[in-house]
């Protein structure tokens, strides 16, 4: 983990569990583990509207396909923080999901959100009752020593979702490579049917046919420090599952670079490019409904940005149907 600024990323879930992968093999890409997943990781409620699982389900999946397990140990107590330092005194580095308001070297959400973020411990002293602390976000990149009791009410406090994770390598894994089956999931996610999740289509015609309401819940949601991510609603949910989901299409844009590069598939350039158009249109989608979130109803650019919000959902729908169809025919090419 020498080589830490080599994955600074604007997702910490990607930055941190690539770290982790880097602990594990260090001269594995991390795209080509963490960039095999196009999953939205969103389903329809009850009423009709979007709603979005935790990022770590489909990284979990990710990574089984490659032969590893992201073990995951909620913590609501004392005692089970205590088990995420034990294994640092065993010499394994770990993930923590911390809520944010109490991690005071993340400037972003100390004292204002109780978001989850993630970052990498590892090497405990316990004479110093230091820990290592790396966080490879691009906002705050952080690598220093900090005290263990200064990390305890980011893990301890509250039910935010705290939780600590580590990465375990099967030891008869083989070397992963795209098959028939693994592309057609792809393939699938992007803009098939009948997956866990809804593909990448699906929620993007989901967010068009009801966009107005889905305005309406970014901008009536609670700000700062009001509840939990445990207790967030549809709107501040379905800001960071846009969110989740960019990176997603961004990481598979590299994932299939990664196979190019090496020859593993055909260099196909539409390809990568239509996922990586679709990941870029979808963040500008995120960030149009963010802003407009806090307008007020008589703002003059209200009007400008609500009339770019259709198009670039129509671009990325294009797009995400152009990247799904193109895997389904190298997955053909594969059987």
């Not at 999901?97 to 002293?125: C, I, M, P, Q």
């Not at 691009?138 to 301890?156: G, K, N």
């Amino acid at each position: 983990m020498t080589q830490a600024p080599l994955f600074t990323d604007s997702s910490c879930y990607h930055a941190a569990f690539a770290a982790l992968l880097h602990a594990a093999e260090p001269h594995t890409d991390p795209f080509l583990v963490l960039g095999n997943n196009a999953a939205t990781a969103a389903r329809l409620a009850d009423d009709g509207l979007l709603r979005f699982s935790d990022p770590l389900e489909p990284l979990t999946s990710t990574f089984a396909r490659h032969g590893y397990e992201l073990r995951q140990h909620p913590v609501t107590t004392r005692e089970d923080w205590q088990g995420a330092l034990d294994a640092l005194r065993r010499g394994t580095a770990v993930a923590i999901a911390a809520d944010a308001f109490h991690l005071e070297h993340y400037w972003v959400g100390y004292r204002t959100s109780h978001a989850l973020h993630v970052v990498v411990l590892r090497d405990y002293d316990e004479t110093s009752g230091t820990v290592r602390l790396l966080d490879p976000g691009e906002v705050v990149f952080f690598d220093e020593r900090v005290a263990v009791d200064q990390l305890t009410p980011a893990m301890c406090e509250g039910r935010a979702g705290q939780a600590w994770i580590q990465l375990v390598a099967h030891p008869d894994r083989g070397p992963a490579r795209p098959d028939s089956i693994s592309l057609m999931s792809l393939s699938q996610a992007l803009s098939g049917t009948g997956s866990a999740w809804m593909s990448g289509t699906s929620l993007v015609e989901a967010l068009h046919s009801d966009l107005d309401r889905y305005l309406e819940a970014v901008s009536s949601r609670p700000r700062a420090a009001d509840g939990t991510q445990q207790d967030w609603g549809l709107g501040p949910w379905l800001l960071l599952g846009l969110w989740w989901y960019h990176h997603t299409l961004r990481w598979l844009a590299g994932h299939l670079g990664t196979l190019a590069a090496d020859g593993t598939l055909p260099g196909r350039a539409d390809l990568i490019e239509a996922v990586d158009r679709a990941s870029r249109d979808l963040l500008v989608v995120r960030n149009l409904m963010m802003r407009l979130g806090v307008m007020s109803a008589d703002d003059k650019r209200s009007a400008t940005f609500r009339g770019q919000l259709r198009p670039r959902l129509e671009q990325a729908l294009e797009n995400l149907s152009t990247a799904g169809t193109a895997l389904a025919t190298l997955a053909e090419e594969k059987r």
